[in-house]
C-alpha cells in the first residue's frame, strides 16, 4: 500500500455505496470515486452513517465539521443552511458532514450529545470543539481556526 496523501478522506460513494480514500482538492476540482469513477460532492454536507464515522471521520487528513441533527428537530434546519454555506466555503480544506442522531445513537452515545444541532469539530481524530444550538458566529471562529 502507497502511503495516504496528506489530504485525504474516506467516504461512501452515494451511487456505488464504496467506500473509498480520496484526495479533497482545493474547489472547482472534481473528487471522483474510485470505483465507479462518478463524482464524489465534497462542496455540500456529506451524511455519514454510524458505521462508516469512525473511518470517516476520525481518520481524516483534514478538520471535520460534524452536524449532529434529526429531521423533527426545529433548530436543526436553522443551522442546515449555515453547515451548507461553510461546506461549500472550505471545500477543500475541511469535510463538513451530518449525522442523524436517530440512527446512530453509538456515535451520540460516545461524544455526549445531549442536545441537537450540536455542532462538533474533529481534527485529527479528537473533538477540538462543539457549538450547541444555533451559534453561526462561533461556529465561523471555530471553522476559521481549524483551517488555518
Ligand atoms: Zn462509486
Request: aromatic share 6%; net charge negative.
Amino acid at each position: 500500500m502507497p502511503p495516504l496523501p496528506d489530504q485525504s478522506v474516506s467516504l461512501r460513494c452515494q451511487f456505488c455505496e464504496k467506500l473509498n480514500r480520496v484526495e479533497v482538492f482545493g474547489s472547482g476540482h472534481q473528487t471522483l470515486c474510485n470505483n465507479c469513477t462518478k463524482p464524489i460532492l465534497l462542496d455540500r454536507p456529506v451524511n455519514v452513517s454510524q458505521d462508516d464515522f469512525d473511518e470517516t471521520v476520525l481518520a481524516a487528513s483534514v478538520p471535520v465539521l460534524v452536524d449532529f441533527y434529526a429531521d423533527w428537530c426545529a433548530p436543526c434546519k436553522m443551522v442546515a443552511p449555515l453547515v451548507d454555506e461553510l461546506a461549500r466555503e472550505q471545500s477543500g480544506r475541511m469535510l463538513v458532514v451530518k449525522i442523524d442522531t436517530d440512527r446512530a445513537a453509538n456515535i451520540s452515545e460516545r461524544y455526549s450529545i445531549r442536545s441537537i444541532p450540536t455542532l462538533v469539530l474533529f481534527k485529527e481524530g479528537k473533538e477540538i470543539d462543539r457549538s450547541m444550538g444555533f451559534e453561526p458566529e462561533r461556529v465561523r471562529i471555530l471553522v476559521e481556526e481549524a483551517v488555518a
